[in-house]
């Protein structure tokens, strides 16, 4: 299980890099200056929230998968929790685009989302441990 975790945390983020720079080209199109500021501000959130959840399964996946399933529920309140928090201290921002802040976040995070399971989903995978000779 440990051993699949970086290959599938490096492919989602790759692809999810890609749609950032996408977001970001948009963003500067759309919104000029303050679109891109929002967009990078979204980006930077984003690879933040991605870079520590893999960072939590990678080290609970060394405990046991219980762990690791923790790690993941604890990861995902704290995220929702700080993302609450900085929407609610940047609502009234005037030095970005909330609009393509807010945008670029969801894209991103379906993009992350959606390589990982098609990364999942390639990836050959025991889930029963066959018994061992002694």
Do not use: C, D
Request: glycine share 8%.
């Amino acid at each position: 299980m440990l051993a699949n975790i970086a290959p599938m945390a490096r492919r989602s983020a790759a692809a999810t890099a890609v749609v950032a720079a996408v977001m970001l080209a948009v963003s500067a199109a759309i919104g000029g200056q303050k679109g891109v500021i929002g967009a990078a501000i979204a980006v930077g959130i984003v690879a933040g929230f991605f870079g520590l959840t893999a960072l939590a399964f990678f080290l609970g996946a060394k405990v046991s998968p219980q762990a690791m399933a923790g790690a993941g529920m604890a990861m995902y309140f704290v995220k929702i929790l700080v993302l609450l928090i900085l929407v609610a201290a940047l609502h009234n921002s005037t030095a970005f685009s909330g609009v393509l802040f807010g945008v670029t976040v969801i894209v991103l995070v379906l993009a992350y989302q959606a390589a990982l399971a098609v990364t999942w989903t390639r990836t050959k995978m025991l889930y029963v441990e066959p018994k061992r000779e002694r």
